[in-house]
């Protein structure tokens, strides 16, 4: 066993004295009754949260200028050292990579065996973790108000200066948006190249941003005041807690907001109204998590680490010790570690790991339709408006007649054929999109007047697309799908959105849902499956409960043995794997 860890049966340096008080504590009501699961001895404090792997590992940066990675005993697996010491801002990528700063504001990027994968300098400090964002490169906000777009091998894509420096942790939405404040009071949202698609005065000062990909981006401000923003960063809701300072708010994916203040504990409904609120016995002392079960975990200030069920009552004393406790770490498997000023990290199993766990967990397959962003071509294709190649293509797609369209879709089909489409014209599939959506989307089909009658063209120009591998039409192709009358576009939609692999909000798969849910095509049925195994992989977990209500369907459904079976084969991979079967 390795030396820093401390066993829970052998010798102790004052066993006596301690498992007397220890004992003490089991038979204190309200206690745990389950002793620690282990405890490890860092050699000094341990510098901001721990960070938990689905494999059951743990990450911390430590006071002794070293990374350690613990296995799921306690026992160390790695460390790793730059010689500098650390800021205590850790992260773990979707990919496992590990990010970790330095007090000479060096960036480094290491893989999930602590081996470098690069490291740069930076010009300021990092203000909140490395993101990554929907093309799998890194997003970094600095400081000083800079924001750094830089791919797997450290090279800088693009830098945005966003005019006063960044003042909070900046969020990234379900779409793909960089949401920053800055100290000049605005509120910025930038595209994943660094457009500035939203600017905006911020209601009051900001101090925390939140996301839910059922009621938005969330807010919290000086006074106590809480704001839910719409897509362009308009407040449309509010609560206040006057004078009252917020630490913390959790957001569960139901859009359910837990706010932490200084002594108290509230859960606001996703319409903000006020459903339960409790004062606590002593000050919090550090962030809380949320469990799969709907619970609060904190830690406070007379070194208690208490559960919350959100239901009115008393919180339950998971743990007790002699000193504060400090920053938490909850994982996958229902693991808690808790460290703080006795410099112990103790790991306590506070809850079943989440297993199967699949019967409305998290509840809403709506999305947000009510404050959706209205997503266009005309929103996306500012870049191209002076390229004569756009121009000409648009005012081809603008004509509307058939041999327009059939003019735009054989240049670019000769074109693919090369292998030069998406090299040479970067804003083709701006233009293809055009034509995909052309006779579904245009007002006078809300009219049930179509415009045009061209399926086959729509179904070249989808195909085309799936090459693309562009978030940015995701939601496009989504909406206008559930208006697409054709099978085989219905059919090229699909797997458009498969091979765009990326569905934060989980929009995605409920739009896959409801075009299979009454299908009786096999055909359809069959990119369903092979764009749903695609999310799957690109996310690294299903986005949406309609996941599930999707394979229910495929296995159900008439539909061949074979594609049933890879269902069902799908199916069981994911209860197998409880990282990937959580919405």
């Not at 490169?137 to 960044?166: H, Q």
């Not at 404040?181 to 190249?193: H, M, R, V, Y």
Request: overall charge positive.
């Amino acid at each position: 066993m390795d030396p820093r860890v401390k066993p829970l049966i052998g010798p102790w340096r004052k066993p006596r004295l301690f498992v007397f008080l220890w004992g003490l504590t089991l038979f204190t009501p309200g206690f745990s009754q389950t002793p620690p699961l282990w405890q490890f001895v860092p050699p000094g404090r341990i510098l901001g949260l721990p960070v938990p792997t689905p494999e059951g590992d743990w990450g911390f940066l430590c006071e002794d200028k070293f990374f350690y990675l613990l296995n799921d005993q306690g026992q160390i697996k790695a460390r790793w050292s730059s010689g500098g010491r650390f800021v205590p801002l850790l992260s773990r990528q979707p990919q496992g990579q590990w990010s970790i700063q330095t007090w000479d504001h060096t960036l480094w990027v290491l893989s999930p065996e602590l081996v470098p994968i690069f490291h740069i300098k930076l010009t300021s400090p990092l203000m909140g973790p490395m993101t990554t964002d929907p093309k799998g490169d890194y997003l970094l906000a600095l400081k000083e108000g800079l924001v750094l777009n830089v791919n797997s091998t450290g090279k800088i894509l693009w830098k945005k200066n966003v005019g006063s420096p960044i003042t909070t942790f900046p969020v990234l939405d379900a779409g793909g948006e960089f949401w920053i404040s800055t100290a000049e009071g605005n509120l910025q949202a930038l595209d994943p190249w660094g457009e500035t698609l939203v600017k905006i005065k911020a209601p009051t000062l900001v101090q925390h941003l939140a996301f839910s990909p059922v009621t938005g981006l969330l807010m919290t401000g000086a006074g106590g005041r809480i704001s839910w923003l719409d897509d362009q960063g308009e407040e449309f809701r509010i609560q206040v807690f006057s004078g009252q300072s917020i630490r913390q708010i959790l957001v569960e994916p139901t859009g359910r907001v837990w706010v932490v203040t200084t002594n108290k504990l509230r859960i606001l409904s996703s319409q903000s109204r006020l459903e339960k609120e409790i004062t606590l016995e002593s000050p919090v002392s550090g962030s809380g998590v949320l469990t799969e079960k709907r619970t609060l975990i904190l830690p406070l200030k007379n070194g208690q680490v208490v559960e919350w069920d959100g239901k009115g009552g008393k919180p339950q004393v998971l743990y007790q010790d002699s000193k504060t406790l400090g920053p938490l770490g909850l994982s996958e498997k229902g693991i808690l570690v808790v460290s703080g000023e006795s410099w112990i990290f103790t790991a306590l199993q506070v809850s079943p790991p989440p297993g199967f766990g699949w019967t409305g967990l998290y509840g809403n397959s709506q999305g947000r339709s009510d404050i959706q962003r209205d997503v266009s071509v005309r929103n996306l294709d500012k870049p191209y408006l002076q390229i004569p190649e756009y121009q000409y293509f648009k005012a081809l797609v603008q004509r509307g007649d058939y041999n327009s369209h059939s003019q735009v879709i054989q240049d670019m089909e000769e074109l693919e054929s090369q292998g030069k489409l998406w090299s040479k014209w970067n804003f083709a599939s701006l233009i293809l999109l055009s034509v995909a959506q052309a006779g579904v989307s245009e007002p006078e089909f809300l009219e049930l007047a179509v415009v045009n009658n061209f399926p086959d063209l729509r179904k070249r120009a989808l195909r085309l697309l799936g090459g693309a591998h562009d978030p940015r039409i995701r939601k496009i192709v989504a909406r206008n799908l559930l208006q697409e009358y054709d099978p085989q576009a219905r059919i090229g939609g699909i797997q458009v959105l498969g091979e765009i692999g990326f569905d934060g909000d989980g929009n995605s798969l409920r739009t896959i849902y409801e075009l299979i849910k009454t299908t009786k095509d096999e055909a359809t049925a069959s990119a369903a499956l092979g764009a749903l195994k695609n999310i799957l992989r690109m996310n690294g977990r299903l986005t949406d409960p309609a996941g599930l209500m999707i394979l229910t369907r495929l296995f159900q459904g008439p539909f061949s043995a074979n594609l049933r079976r890879d269902a069902q084969k799908t199916f069981q991979l994911i209860i197998a794997q409880p990282s990937i079967n959580t919405f």
